[in-house]
């Protein structure tokens, strides 16, 4: 293409800027060929016209569209040159915040200078096992790929870790050992991997300073080779130091510091054991002070320090090396401060021999006082003669001294590398390593000497590999796709590596001038400018004579040459070193033994080559000696030796960038950045990957990114290459802008950009159709809404006014009629009222005259009726008192008699005899007492009724006599005065009658006004009292509300505080059961590796160990008995200890039986007082006693053996009727409690009497058998004589006598009995059934007779309605007989499967029938077959009880548990397995046998911890065995005789309780076992489930072609993921996760525990989905959130149909729902913000704006998020307290809650499939 097609209006290109180094800016105007200038827009609005060379013809650089920006591998951008790869750079850190970025095969790192929460053990785990382009950029995707290639390829990995000081390379290689620590852990105990990481400490310590550009730089430069063996477990490490800047130790620059170790040292001075150092604060010596500053902000000096000791510690340095290492470096410090006296003109110095810092230094290194300080100040001349001892100058004095702190300092730090190797080093054969090479990146000062020298030399030899590699790899690519290849140009720096090390070089040059006896600095200079001026790489500056220029492939640096030639020497003299060498100390001396003594007292072998010690300088050898190698020839070897080893590994490159010299976070000053990225190589990665085909796309992601441009008929072809190849070819013209490849498609630069912007311009084009045919659309809508509008409107206007005039025609008429209504309606009212005056005079005239009439009637019959009741009353009264007397004297009688039979009563009950007098012919006198009772109850009730009747009609002839008395004697007494006075006091009444009448009406006006009064005074206290009442109830609902409300609240919180403390201690707990575990499992590995070493043979253990080893500590009595042996405890004194330990479980099942038949004595002893003290209340327990010893001899007498079944039934009814009426009587009388001492009493009585028959009546069942076989023994004749021999009985061959005889016929009278019985019940069933026939068929009349009224109303309706009825008549009839019809399908297909298992169970029988049969011979089956009648009757009465012998106990747990598969038991009941052992348990705990107890209980544990281990990833064996687990303790509970466990129990069931054994303790050591299996369960499903959530839930498409695609990086391109990677979809998981339920449900797991397991599989999809999403920028879009989201509801779908909805596995899958959503949401506006914040609750806020971070448009239509809108949402969530983790513990399991399910099966009711190969187990 041409310039004039690529800059046109609105194209946006970079142009250079003095501040910003690139600026960005937009084309107004179309370029055209020949134009001088461009015409631009800056992003301030600022117009600018660009300058264009003609003859070079210089355009700007194009920029990438914004769907490119932000990308995490740089390579993946259409446009490659620098500027873009800066702006993409700080787009992604200051907008982002992401710290890392891809730039092909280089890991750019920019160091944030703050802690970020992304390095942590989930993040570990995260990349671990990750595809390197799948994830975002990272150190750990790194160092994963590294470990990956490790392991794929079988080839040694190194990672280069590179960049200036403060970039922060030690970090990052910090970072990549810990991470291989964690992925790689050591197989053995050795933690090998945590001294790898101890080392960090400890080197930072010695050889990390403050400088001025970072706190914590690193002043040398490491290799760390980390061994792996071949199933890549860490085994050993080993270092190699380079250039240690010694120089630091005597001098620091302003605002820096020397090494962290003498600041660490001072900061402990005053510990106790440093005491002896003498030291005290930093500030006090000369060596820590040059800088200023002696701290760090920040930094603990004292606490850095006790983490280095503890790193020295956990590396094996001794306590003494440790003292004796710092004794050197306060000595250091110590030489630093002494004090030099200059004498004689400044010729000779001295040094004072009281001083207080040399005496330290010698007593500290254990040297002669008095030869230090003389060789201080002196030195040692030899010449051929003779030699000299000559004083040294103030300055030369100064630089011994400093030399020699130096040298020390130097040895010291290699004698730690040293001792770290040997701490490193392992015996075991190395496989491969992984080396991290952390070395000093490119430096330029305003002053460089030596050391930048050295380090620039290094970074011109790693920047030549680097660049081969490169070369290397675009080279392969290309021949894999099969592209032409083309000789790419690069920037070679062999010349100016040539001119540092090859011959006559200047290392040479510097060497050969350091042999010069007067060599000189300047003298060094002038040869190198007379030797290499000529070279391209060598320059002189212009003023300067002592300083030289070298052109490094990063930059033009000056060298001042003063220092080079004393630094390449690094002289100390020889008098000093021998001091030290003779040193009481033997470390010290030990330090400066030359390299030949070293040698000779450790060699070294050929195999230790690979992990030996390889200094960076080798060990200094005297001054005077020959052949000395200097400081730059041991520099040039050691980097020979690590480029050869670099060289021979695979490289990976992490390249740290330090964005700003300020060290503030997150601060991007663009000018530094780009000298770095210059100085580092990433431009030059760039630049080659540029001059290729950068851009490269697999064709199935281009056709789905590019299908947009191509036309119907091309997308009918079915071959995308096809189709590719012609789109391509199509649009661009020019072919050499792409080539073909085998799987890719390879782009010139721009070209992707180009292909966009058609992709855009086609998308904008559909974009305005759309939204043109959209708007009309609308306006077309709206307008037929408004025409639809201005109709309705007139409409409704016209039916107003003709409504409004019918209203007034209505109006007029109903006036009229009113007033005629009302004219007739006067009338009648007035007629009506004369009517009714008429009427009501005429009644009252009426009434009265009847009145007296009927008053003088009434007069004379009340006197008749007086007289009659008053003279029957007095004869009455009479007889009640004669028979009051005569009934008290009877009384009295009576209570003498009962007295004296109560007092023999008691004697009697007393004695023993009369207990069992009770017993005989209880159930008689019940029944007798209760038809008494009955009795007694119809007379009491008639003898009420009838007194009522008596008392009523008494009271009313009392009454009517006292009436005719009064009249009677009113009628006689009076006579004619009394009448006069009568009359006399009648006129005086009528006076004062006046009197009180006028008094009346006075008093009445003054009550009428105080009434109204106080009415109005009550009226206004109402309406205020009213009020008051009003405030008060709204107070108190205020009140109570407020009271509820915090009732509520504390409530709430304190069931959530339990809860939640409730959770953390079971999580404890199991974490606990867990550990312990852990350890077992670590224990019996170690015995079993014990045992494998110490037996040389194949020797075995006795068969019971493990289990008296693993679980002999439980005993088999419960802990609720222990509190009952304190009064044991003496007598076990007495007998000894060993010997009531053996017999302390039988003694307390004695005492504790002893002590329940004394609470049973004193139950019985207490219902007796009762039942004495019942018969003083009442009459009638006096009957139902008499009645019962009337009776007693009847029961003794009727019990006999031939009624035994006729009784029992009696007995069983008569008890039944027996409960009723004491249960009726109980709730009419007060006394309930007494009566129901007294039934519970009779019915334990009933309960022995009926299991005594039940008793014999199997004797007679047994008798009857026996019977039958004689008969059919005698039918058989002599064929079957010798089989009948072995079936009699013993004296069956004898003469049958007379009993015999009778006995036998008393059986044959039962078995008729039974069939008699038998047929009753046939023909009660058949008239049941008769019954049940009538009652259908009146049913069925009742519904015919219904149809026939609906009928005939049917006929009285019109036709629609009929047919309407008639059809919801059907309908309904239909509806019914279809619910009738699917519960009979239900019922049937229940049927059917439970038919087709006990087929499959019995075709089971038959077929190990039949083998059977083949083998057993003919003889025995047929006397088999004679047995079968008597095997049968015993089936009948099985006790569910199974018996072995304790031989058989290793054979049962083989074939049970250790043998057996679950396919073996899956046609039979669910946990078969658990209810044979629980039958074997009861057996031996009928029999009393705790051993038996103790060791099946034992073997069974071991043998499912057996089972589990060898089965450690099957899911379906982990799965039964939990099933079969907690089946086994479920029985245990529901039969361990705890009422609390038994509720659901049913009658038959209580009876299979165990009876004498407390197992509390082995059900808690089941219940940790359950806990184990439980999470053994969830580490196997999340182990198959692992490796399918990333590429099922986030990355496949489940909606086809929602997702789109984005370019490719570098990365994306080649990975280490092989080319057959399996990709997963999530039917995939939804079928996984059905076979995991199906196996649980049907192996009988308890569905709690189902539902817990897949809320665990639930939670860990859900966080291993949300932990890729925030680690992987491409995932994170629209599109995907849409994925997303479907894809979840898929699975709450499953569990919807799994019923598991309560599980809370939907709730584990919240977070990533709202990440989903997140994705989806408006992301613009304040409002957008506080949505988002509402909704994503269970977001933390690290991770709501790490996603918004990430969000990535697919499409140029989406925008970004921008930076404001993220800083918004941190604003809205500042007051959340989320924890600071970014990522969700995937591992993290929720504690397990059993539930307690017990089990309706009966144990009699279980059989014992032949397969299973028991037939050593006998039922019982």
Not at 19 to 31: F, G, L, M, Q, T
Not at 282 to 291: K, P
Not at 1299 to 1320: F, H
Request: net charge neutral; glycine share 4%.
């Amino acid at each position: 293409m041409s310039a004039a097609e690529l800059y046109t209006k609105y194209t946006r290109v970079w142009i250079p800027d003095p501040d910003e180094v690139w600026r960005s800016a937009e084309v107004i105007k179309d370029y055209k060929e020949g134009d001088k200038s461009l015409h631009l827009k800056l992003e301030d609005e600022t117009l600018y016209e660009y300058p264009i060379d003609l003859q070079g013809n210089e355009l700007p650089f194009l920029r990438n569209p914004d769907i490119l920006v932000g990308e995490n591998d740089l390579t993946a951008l259409s446009y490659l040159h620098e500027p873009a790869v800066l702006h993409n750079l700080k787009v992604r850190f200051v907008e982002s915040n992401h710290i890392y970025t891809y730039c092909g095969i280089v890991l750019v790192a920019i160091n944030p200078y703050e802690q970020l929460p992304i390095y942590g053990q989930d993040v570990i785990y995260a990349y671990s096992g990750q595809n390197m382009g799948d994830m975002d950029p990272h150190i750990f995707a790194v160092a994963e790929e590294a470990y990956k290639q490790m392991a794929r390829d079988e080839k040694n990995q190194s990672i280069i870790v590179s960049g200036e000081s403060g970039a922060g390379k030690t970090v990052s290689a910090k970072y990549a050992m810990r991470f291989f620590a964690t992925v790689g852990g050591s197989a053995s105990e050795t933690n090998i991997e945590t001294k790898v990481l101890a080392s960090s400490p400890i080197m930072e310590a010695i050889g990390n300073a403050k400088t001025t550009r970072n706190d914590n730089s690193s002043r040398f430069g490491k290799y760390i080779q980390i061994g792996f063996d071949k199933r890549y477990h860490i085994i050993g490490a080993n270092m190699r130091t380079y250039l240690l800047e010694k120089s630091r130790v005597v001098f620091q620059a302003e605002d820096e510091r020397n090494y962290h170790i003498f600041y660490q040292l001072c900061a402990s001075a005053s510990l106790p054991e440093f005491k002896d150092l003498g030291l005290t604060c930093a500030e006090d010596y000369f060596y820590t002070s040059q800088g200023g500053g002696t701290s760090v902000a920040g930094v603990d000096d004292a606490d850095d320090f006790e983490k280095t000791r503890h790193a020295f510690t956990l590396l094996g340095v001794k306590e003494s090396h440790q003292m004796t290492i710092f004794r050197i470096i306060a000595a250091i410090l110590h030489l630093g401060n002494l004090e030099i006296r200059v004498e004689r003109d400044g010729d000779a110095c001295s040094i004072s021999s009281k001083d207080n810092h040399l005496n330290s230094f010698c007593s500290l290194l254990g040297v002669e006082h008095s030869q230090m300080e003389h060789w201080l100040c002196h030195r040692k001349l030899v010449t051929t003669a003779e030699t000299y001892v000559k004083s040294m100058s103030m300055q030369q004095v100064v630089n011994a001294r400093n030399a020699l702190a130096k040298h020390i300092y130097a040895r010291l730090f290699s004698w730690i590398v040293q001792h770290i190797n040997k701490a490193l080093h392992t015996t075991i054969k190395q496989h491969s390593f992984i080396g991290v090479l952390d070395i000093y990146g490119f430096e330029t000062f305003e002053v460089n000497s030596f050391e930048q020298f050295c380090i620039n030399y290094a970074n011109e030899k790693l920047q030549q590999q680097f660049n081969l590699h490169v070369f290397k790899l675009e080279q392969e690519e290309y021949m894999k796709e099969g592209i032409p290849w083309t000789l790419i140009d690069f920037y070679d720096n062999q010349p100016c590596i040539d001119l540092i090390e090859a011959k006559l070089g200047i290392l040479d040059l510097l060497d050969e001038e350091c042999k010069v006896p007067k060599g000189t600095d300047q003298n060094w200079a002038q040869k190198l400018y007379d030797r290499h001026t000529n070279s391209q790489h060598f320059q002189k500056p212009r003023m300067s004579n002592t300083s030289f220029i070298i052109l490094h492939f990063a930059d033009k640096v000056e060298y001042q040459s003063e220092g080079f030639l004393e630094k390449n020497r690094d002289t100390v003299y020889e008098e000093q070193i021998n001091i030290l060498k003779a040193s009481k100390y033997q470390m010290v001396a030990d330090l400066f033994q030359d390299e030949k003594d070293a040698a000779s007292t450790s060699p070294v072998g050929k195999g230790a080559l690979k992990i030996s010690v390889r200094s960076a300088r080798p060990a200094i050898k005297a001054a005077n000696k020959e052949h000395k190698k200097t400081v730059g020839h041991q520099f040039r070897n050691s980097l020979h030796l690590l480029m050869e080893t670099l060289n021979a590994t695979t490289p990976h490159y992490v390249r740290c960038i330090k964005p700003n010299d300020e060290k503030l976070s997150f601060k991007f000053d663009s000018k530094r950045v780009v000298q770095q990225l210059r100085a580092c190589g990433v431009l030059e990665t760039i630049r080659i990957s540029a001059a290729g085909f950068p851009s490269r796309w697999s064709y199935h992601d281009f056709f789905n990114r590019y299908r947009v441009l191509m036309k119907k008929r091309d997308l009918c072809n079915n071959d995308k290459k096809q189709i590719c190849q012609t789109l391509l070819e199509d649009l661009i013209k020019d072919p050499d802008k792409f080539q073909f490849g085998r799987t890719k498609i390879f782009f010139r630069a721009g070209q992707v950009a180009y292909l966009e912007k058609l992709r855009a311009d086609k998308f904008r084009a559909a974009t305005i159709m759309i939204q043109k045919t959209v708007r009309g659309w609308l306006q077309w809508v709206r307008y037929k809404k408004l025409r639809q509008a201005t109709v309705t409107i007139q409409r409704y206007a016209r039916g107003h006014l003709a409504r409004r005039l019918a209203e007034h025609l209505r109006r007029t008429r109903a006036a009229i009629i009113l007033q005629k209504q009302y004219r007739m309606l006067r009338i009648l009212r007035a007629y009506q009222r004369v009517r009714s005056a008429a009427i009501t005079i005429q009644a009252f005239a009426r009434g009265m005259i009847v009145r007296r009439i009927y008053h003088k009637i009434l007069v004379e019959h009340k006197a008749i009726t007086l007289q009659k009741y008053t003279r029957g009353w007095l004869a009455r009264t009479q007889f009640c008192r004669v028979r009051t007397a005569t009934i008290v004297l009877q009384c009295c009688y009576r209570r003498m008699k009962a007295r004296q039979q109560l007092k023999a009563l008691k004697i009697e009950a007393r004695s023993a005899q009369h207990l069992k007098k009770l017993n005989v012919g209880m159930e008689n006198k019940v029944v007798q007492l209760q038809r008494k009772i009955d009795e007694q109850n119809k007379e009491y009730k008639l003898l009420n009724e009838q007194l009522s009747m008596l008392t009523s009609a008494h009271s009313s002839e009392v009454e009517k006599l006292k009436k005719e008395l009064l009249q009677y004697q009113q009628s006689h007494q009076g006579d004619d005065n009394q009448l006069i006075s009568l009359q006399g006091e009648m006129e005086h009444l009528q006076l004062e009658l006046e009197k009180a009448r006028g008094e009346r009406k006075v008093m009445e006006d003054s009550y009428i006004k105080e009434k109204d009064l106080l009415r109005k005074r009550i009226s206004d206290l109402e309406e205020e009292n009213a009020f008051l009442k009003q405030e008060k109830e709204e107070l108190n609902n205020r009140i109570i509300c407020q009271a509820e409300d915090e009732f509520a609240q504390n409530t709430v919180e304190e069931n959530i505080q339990m809860k939640k403390e409730l959770e953390e201690e079971r999580s404890r707990y199991q974490n606990l059961v867990k550990e312990y575990s852990r350890l077992e499992q670590r224990y019996d590995n170690l015995r079993d590796e014990i045992t494998v070493i110490k037996a040389p043979g194949h020797r075995r253990n006795p068969s019971n160990q493990s289990s008296l080893e693993s679980d002999s500590n439980y005993p088999s009595i419960s802990t609720s008995e222990i509190g009952d042996t304190e009064d044991v405890m003496p007598q076990v004194e007495e007998v000894g200890i060993e010997e009531a330990a053996m017999d302390m479980t039988l003694f307390l099942k004695l005492q504790k039986r002893v002590r329940e038949l004394e609470q049973e004595r004193k139950k019985l002893q207490t219902q007796l007082e009762k039942k004495e003290e019942e018969s003083k209340k009442s009459q009638v327990t006096e009957v139902k006693t008499e009645v019962t010893s009337e009776h007693e001899d009847f029961a003794y007498n009727s019990l006999k053996r031939q009624e035994l079944e006729s009784e029992n039934k009696k007995l069983k009814n008569e008890l039944n009727e027996l409960r009723k009426a004491i249960a009726d009587k109980a709730t009419q009388n007060h006394s309930s409690n007494d009566i129901q001492d007294s039934y519970n009493l009779l019915l334990n009585q009933l309960k022995l009497a009926n299991e005594e028959l039940e008793v014999r009546k199997e004797e007679v069942l047994i008798l009857r058998t026996q019977i039958m076989k004689a008969a059919q023994q005698k039918e058989m004749g002599k064929n079957v004589e010798s089989i009948a021999n072995d079936t009699r009985w013993p004296n069956s061959d004898k003469h049958i006598d007379q009993e015999d005889a009778i006995e036998a016929y008393q059986g044959m009278c039962k078995t008729n009995q039974l069939l008699e019985a038998q047929l009753q019940d046939q023909r009660r069933e058949h008239e049941e059934e008769v019954e049940a026939l009538k009652n259908q068929m009146d049913a069925m009349k009742e519904e015919m007779e219904k149809q026939q009224q609906t009928f005939l109303q049917n006929l009285q309706l019109s036709p629609e309605v009929q047919v309407e009825f008639g059809i919801q008549q059907e309908i309904t009839r239909l509806t019914n007989e279809n619910l009738d019809l699917k519960e009979l399908l239900e019922k049937l297909e229940k049927n059917e499967k439970k038919l087709k298992k006990e087929l499959k169970v019995y075709m089971k029988k038959v077929q190990d029938f039949q083998a059977f049969q083949t083998v057993v011979p003919a003889d025995r089956r047929q006397r088999e077959c004679h047995m079968q009648v008597a095997v049968q009757r015993k089936e009948k009465n099985f006790q569910g009880m199974l018996e072995y012998y304790k031989e058989d106990e290793p054979l049962l747990i083989q074939n049970l548990i250790i043998d057996l598969k679950p396919q073996a038991v899956s046609a039979t009941v669910p946990c078969l397995p658990a209810y044979i052992l629980y039958m074997c348990i009861r057996h031996a705990d009928y029999i009393n046998d705790d051993q038996k107890v103790h060791s099946l209980l034992t073997s069974t544990i071991n043998g499912i911890k057996k089972v589990l281990k060898k089965h450690n990833n099957d899911f379906e064996m982990t799965s039964f065995w939990l099933a079969n687990t907690r089946r086994f303790l479920h029985c245990l509970k529901q039969y361990s005789g705890d009422a609390g466990f038994m509720t659901q129990n049913t009658p038959k069931q209580n009876e299979h309780c165990l009876k004498n054994f407390d197992l509390i303790e082995y059900r808690q050591v089941l219940d940790h076992l359950s806990i184990q299996i439980y999470q053994q369960l969830i580490k196997i499903a999340g182990a198959i489930l692992h490796p399918m959530i990333v590429s099922a839930v986030l990355e496949n498409e489940s909606i086809q072609g929602l997702c789109g695609i984005k370019p490719m990086g570098y990365r994306n391109r080649c990975s280490s993921v092989a080319d057959g990677d399996i990709s997963y979809s999530l039917d995939e998981i939804i079928r996984q996760l059905n076979t995991f339920h199906t196996i649980m449900s049907d192996q009988g797991l308890d569905p709690e525990i189902v539902q817990q397991v897949f809320k665990q599989l639930f939670y860990m999809i859900s966080a291993v989905a949300l932990n890729n999403l925030l680690l992987r920028k491409d995932v994170c879009s629209w599109s995907t959130g849409m994925q997303l989201r479907f894809n979840i509801s898929q699975l709450e779908e499953w569990l919807r149909a799994k019923n598991l909805q309560e599980s809370g596995a939907a709730q584990t899958l919240e977070p990533l729902i709202q990440a989903a959503q997140l994705l989806q949401l408006k992301k613009k506006t304040a409002e957008d913000a506080e949505a988002i914040c509402s909704l994503c609750t269970s977001l933390t806020t690290q991770q709501i704006v790490k996603i918004l971070n990430l969000y990535t448009p697919v499409n140029e239509f989406e925008e970004r998020v921008t930076v404001a809108f993220i800083r918004d949402i941190q604003m809205h969530l500042q007051e959340r307290n989320d924890p600071p983790q970014l990522l969700l513990n995937f591992k993290h399991m929720f504690p397990v809650l059993f539930p307690f399910n017990p089990s309706s099966i009966t144990m009699d009711s279980i059989d014992l499939p032949a397969s299973l190969n028991l037939e050593f187990l006998n039922k019982v």
